[in-house]
């Protein structure tokens, strides 16, 4: 959260300039940042995961959007192992509204990414288990234009991995982690808050 609090203070320093559009929204570039809530393990908050992240947008028209993300979450499974997730994807965004010059535009979102875990024993940094894989997401957000070039968006999206289900349990004092193949589709909530400052207008 600091981080986002560091770059809203910069981004608003810049916002007022103004934004030239060479004839729609199709074609602006923006960079920000996001913090990021993620409930693992089909939503058993005891395994929620807090980070942050980076992400650039690609608009292709008034109503159609693209975001490129990276997220880096961690996470405690218990008191007995953590959890680190590392996302880099994309999502397609579109926008219901036709009118862009609004303060709050609601937008519903489907995407892709590829995704790197590791579980590591709190108590023994030797014994973990990593996991590659790649997942799907969709869900809705809200886009707040705060000037021109600066906006902020709120975003909930459902992920879901497709690959092993892995997981951690303690047997006594020994942690064990565990890869299920062919395990039902292994989800998570993610809640986000992001910060973008439009760059330019590329065409």
């Known amino acids: 959260m600091k981080l986002l609090f560091v770059v809203i203070l910069f981004a608003g320093s810049l916002a007022a300039q103004p934004l030239n559009l060479k004839n729609n929204y199709g ?5 920000g940042v996001r913090t990021t809530i993620s409930t693992f393990n089909h939503g058993q908050f005891n395994n929620t995961g807090t980070g942050v992240g980076g992400q650039f947008r690609l608009q292709f028209a008034d109503r159609v959007n693209s975001d490129w993300f990276f997220d880096y979450l961690t996470g405690d499974i218990e008191d007995y192992a953590s959890r680190t997730d590392y996302h880099i994807g994309w999502s397609v965004l579109f926008y219901p509204t036709k009118k862009t010059d609004v303060i709050a535009r609601p937008y519903v979102l ?4 590829f995704d790197y875990t ?5 108590s023994n940094k030797n014994n973990y288990m990593e996991r590659w894989s790649s997942a799907v997401q969709g869900g809705a957000g809200v886009l707040f234009n705060l000037s021109q070039r600066l906006d902020l968006s709120v975003v909930s999206q459902y992920m879901i991995h497709l690959g092993n289900h892995v997981d951690a349990h303690k047997h006594g004092d020994a942690v064990e982690f565990h890869s299920e193949k062919g395990a039902s589709l292994e ?8 910060i973008n400052y439009k760059i330019a207008d590329l065409w």
């Open 118 to 122: 590791l579980l590591v024993d709190n």
């Open 27 to 31: 074609g602006v570039f923006s960079l």
């Open 110 to 113: 489907a995407g892709h990414c």
């Open 187 to 194: 989800g998570h909530l993610l809640f986000h808050v992001g």
